[in-house]
Each structure stands twice: as structure tokens, then as C-alpha cells.
């Protein structure tokens, strides 16, 4: 079955960087899309970053973008968020999910920028 699990997360200063892991098995990574989702607090899911199976192509939300870079290593089944120039807005648990739209989370990470 689908197993999704995030690491890296934690607590950080503003202008802070950290790098979000996430193990994948279950599923032919190299074939698949990947996503990071994040759930700041009272708010509902937004989309972070996307990339494709073979790491060409990238995806991100405004929000994010020029500061956070997804990338993949299909080796090791593994997708990583880098996270730099944090700022308090940025305070949410992060989410792995398979595919564009995704039908598999992980159990997600706590970032939190204080």
C-alpha cells in the first residue's frame, strides 16, 4: 500500500531555511508526480509545489516561489521541499501527496517560523 512520510520540520526564525523530506513506497515513484500541501493554523489546504515524475518539470504557488524548490530523487524514493526565507505566514504543517491531484497524503510536519 501507499506510504507517504515527511521529515525535516520544525521550529525556525524568520529568514530561516529548513529542507522537508518525504519517503515514498507503495507506488512506482519514478512514474509519478509528486505534491507538497500545506494546512497553516484555521486555514484550509493550499497548494505549495509540484514536480514531475522525471524532475524536469515544476510547479509552484505564488506565495512561495523564488524562496521554496522542490526536487526529487526517484534513487532514493524521495521528494524534498527546501525551504528558504522564511517568514511566519510560512507557519504550517506540510503535507506529501502523490500525483497533481492527489489521492495519498503523509501524516504531514510541522514548520513553525517564530
Known amino acids: 500500500h501507499v506510504q507517504l512520510v515527511e521529515s525535516g520540520g520544525g521550529l525556525v526564525q524568520p529568514g530561516g531555511s529548513l529542507r522537508l523530506s518525504c519517503s515514498a513506497s507503495g507506488f ?3 512514474n509519478a508526480a509528486m505534491s507538497w500541501i500545506r494546512q497553516a493554523p484555521g486555514k484550509g489546504l ?3 509545489a509540484s514536480i ?3 524532475g524536469r518539470i515544476t510547479y509552484y ?3 512561495v516561489k523564488g524562496r521554496f524548490t522542490i526536487s526529487r530523487d526517484n534513487a532514493k524514493n524521495t521528494v524534498y521541499l527546501q525551504l528558504n526565507g522564511l517568514n511566519t505566514e ?4 506540510y503535507y506529501c ?4 491531484t492527489p489521492t495519498h497524503w503523509g501524516q504531514g ?6
Open 90 to 93: 510560512d507557519t504550517a504543517i
Open 61 to 63: 504557488a505564488d506565495s
Open 46 to 48: 493550499e497548494f505549495v
Open 97 to 100: 501527496a502523490d500525483g497533481y
Open 109 to 114: 510536519t510541522q514548520v513553525t517560523v517564530s
Open 52 to 54: 514531475s515524475g522525471n
Open 28 to 30: 512506482t515513484f519514478n
